[in-house]
C-alpha cells in the first residue's frame, strides 16, 4: 500500500477528523484532496467520500469517486448532494476565497 501524503501541517488532518468523529455519518466531498490521505481516513470512519483535486491524476486513493476539481469554478454538482464539504489547505490558495464558500 502507498503511504499518501498529507499536504498540511502536523496535526490537521487528525484535529479534523476529531471533530468530525461527532457528527452523523453521511457523504463528504473533500476538495483539494491532494493524494487522498484525508479521505481515506475520513472513509475509515464510515463517510461516503468524493474527492476532487485541480490534478486529479495526483488522487492516488482511488475509491471510484474521484474527479477534476477547480475551487475557482462552479461545483459540478447538484446543489444539496453531500452532507459535509471539507477543504483543508485550499481556500488559502484561490483568488475567490468568497466564491467556494458559497459552492459549499
Given at each position: 500500500m502507498v503511504d499518501l501524503k498529507k499536504y498540511s501541517a502536523e496535526?490537521?488532518?487528525?484535529?479534523?477528523?476529531e471533530c468530525m468523529e461527532e457528527f452523523p455519518r453521511g457523504s463528504a466531498l473533500d476538495v483539494?484532496?491532494?493524494q487522498g490521505a484525508f479521505s481515506k481516513e475520513?472513509?475509515?470512519?464510515?463517510?461516503?467520500?468524493?474527492?476532487g483535486d485541480i490534478a486529479r491524476q495526483n488522487i492516488l486513493?482511488?475509491?471510484?469517486?474521484?474527479i477534476q476539481f477547480d475551487l475557482e469554478k462552479p461545483f459540478p454538482f447538484k446543489e444539496r448532494?453531500?452532507?459535509?464539504?471539507?477543504?483543508?489547505?485550499g481556500i488559502e490558495h484561490i483568488e475567490n476565497p468568497h466564491h467556494l464558500v458559497k459552492e459549499f
Open positions: 496535526g490537521i488532518h487528525e484535529k479534523v477528523l483539494p484532496s491532494g475520513l472513509e475509515r470512519l464510515g463517510y461516503k467520500l468524493f474527492l486513493y482511488q475509491n471510484g469517486r474521484c448532494v453531500f452532507d459535509y464539504g471539507v477543504c483543508i489547505e
